[in-house]
């Protein structure tokens, strides 16, 4: 039976555990954590990452739990639309993507990794290219070793040296909220380096996030700033505020790799944000680390040739990088004169324009 060690209990690391168990593989997850959970934030699951979803058999569970997003777009500070989102003809060609809290995904993939599976609280010291793991609870050793260990990660190291993840120059709020009255919609607004956007998760709650152009490492930022940011934003944006419960606020600078030479190293293949961490402004991450997984599985599975792994993933994933990282760029705009140009231009795109541009993202079928 072939051996897999996967460092990373994350949504990409137990997406592969189960990936490769329902194909025969016996698979140990190294977690640093010593709980595995994700609080705070909801996830943006498109077609893609649904169709990788039902390659591991859980897109009924997941269904069940999450909601199926409706209308979005784009809106300024004060509420005029820029640019709206086809969502019918996304629908129509692709299936509708859903909303989902991460810690309901996480719950649903951990139920589904083999039992025993999974040890916490290890955390993973060296890899070499032969499959050996050093942690601290000894050693490791897999005919596969799998690095899911996010933009920090130790196992890349293996691969490609040391790699420093770039600064995107703004920084994120993320919170969930239970507001005083229903919200149907949801979407972005953007403002002069700033951006709000909203969505509802299956329970009624919204999950809100929001971004600002400042330098690395600015302390302070809570629900103070916030209000003092976006307060006087366009509905629902100041109720949603008065929701947030300050000691819940989630901020986080946001970072990205710079594209990687490569995904691969002897027995060793990156997968997630340890191989392409991405701005969310594409809300792909997520969807991209499930797509690794059931590729990285197949191709494991069929000839172990993990240089074909790096040959469909990573002209793929780093297409959808680069896009996130210049969407962000335009987003954060504070220039008045580009900002003012940027708002025009959006306005006069006809709603296909965004369709089309989604098409090389969401036209992905798993092996």
């Known amino acids: 039976m072939s051996r897999a060690v996967i460092v990373g209990g994350g949504i990409g690391g137990l997406a592969t555990a189960i990936a490769l168990a329902r194909r025969g593989w016996e698979v140990e997850v190294l977690e640093r954590s010593t709980r595995i959970e994700e609080v705070g934030a909801g996830l943006s699951l498109w077609p893609n990452a649904l169709r990788a979803l039902a390659a591991l058999g859980l897109d009924e569970t997941v269904g069940a739990r999450a909601r199926e997003e409706e209308s979005a777009g784009i809106?300024?500070?004060?509420?005029?639309?820029?640019?709206?989102?086809?969502?019918?003809?996304?629908?129509?060609?692709?299936?509708?993507?859903?909303?989902?809290?991460?810690?309901?995904?996480?719950?649903?993939?951990?139920?589904?990794?083999?039992?025993?599976?999974?040890?916490?609280?290890?955390?993973?010291?060296?890899?070499?290219?032969?499959?050996?793991?050093?942690?601290?609870?000894?050693?490791?050793?897999?005919?596969?070793?799998?690095?899911?260990?996010?933009?920090?990660?130790?196992?890349?190291?293996?691969?490609?040296?040391?790699?420093?993840?770039?600064?995107?120059?703004?920084?994120?709020?993320?919170?969930?909220?239970?507001?005083?009255?229903?919200?149907?919609?949801?979407?972005?607004?953007?403002?002069?380096?700033?951006?709000?956007?909203?969505?509802?998760?299956?329970?009624?709650?919204?999950?809100?996030?929001?971004?600002?152009?400042?330098?690395?490492?600015?302390?302070?930022?809570?629900?103070?700033?916030?209000?003092?940011?976006?307060g006087s934003w366009h509905d629902p944006i100041p109720a949603l505020l008065d929701a947030v419960d300050d000691t819940a606020i989630l901020k986080h600078d946001l970072y990205d790799l710079p594209p990687l030479k490569t995904y691969v190293a002897g027995r060793i293949a990156l997968i997630g944000d340890a191989a392409h961490a991405m701005t969310p402004n594409l809300g792909q991450g997520a969807c991209q680390a499930l797509e690794d997984a059931v590729v990285l599985a197949h191709i494991a599975t069929a000839d172990g040739d993990l240089t074909d792994y790096d040959r469909q993933r990573r002209p793929r994933t780093q297409m959808i990088l680069k896009r996130s990282r210049l969407i962000g760029a335009v987003g954060q705009l504070s220039s008045p004169a580009a900002v003012l140009a940027r708002n025009a231009l959006l306005r006069l795109a006809p709603p296909s324009a965004q369709f089309n541009s989604l098409a090389p993202v969401l036209d992905w079928e798993c092996c």
């Open 75 to 230: 809106r300024d500070s004060k509420g005029r639309w820029l640019s709206r989102t086809d969502t019918e003809a996304i629908r129509a060609r692709y299936g509708s993507p859903v909303m989902i809290h991460r810690s309901d995904l996480l719950e649903i993939l951990r139920a589904a990794v083999p039992n025993n599976a999974v040890r916490s609280g290890i955390s993973v010291t060296a890899v070499q290219a032969d499959g050996t793991v050093a942690h601290s609870a000894g050693t490791s050793a897999g005919d596969l070793v799998v690095g899911a260990d996010g933009i920090h990660s130790v196992v890349r190291r293996a691969v490609c040296g040391a790699i420093e993840p770039r600064y995107s120059g703004y920084t994120a709020w993320r919170v969930v909220v239970t507001p005083t009255a229903p919200v149907s919609d949801m979407g972005e607004s953007w403002g002069r380096g700033e951006r709000f956007g909203y969505s509802t998760l299956p329970d009624g709650r919204v999950y809100c996030f929001a971004t600002a152009d400042m330098p690395a490492g600015t302390p302070g930022g809570g629900l103070a700033e916030l209000r003092a940011r976006f």
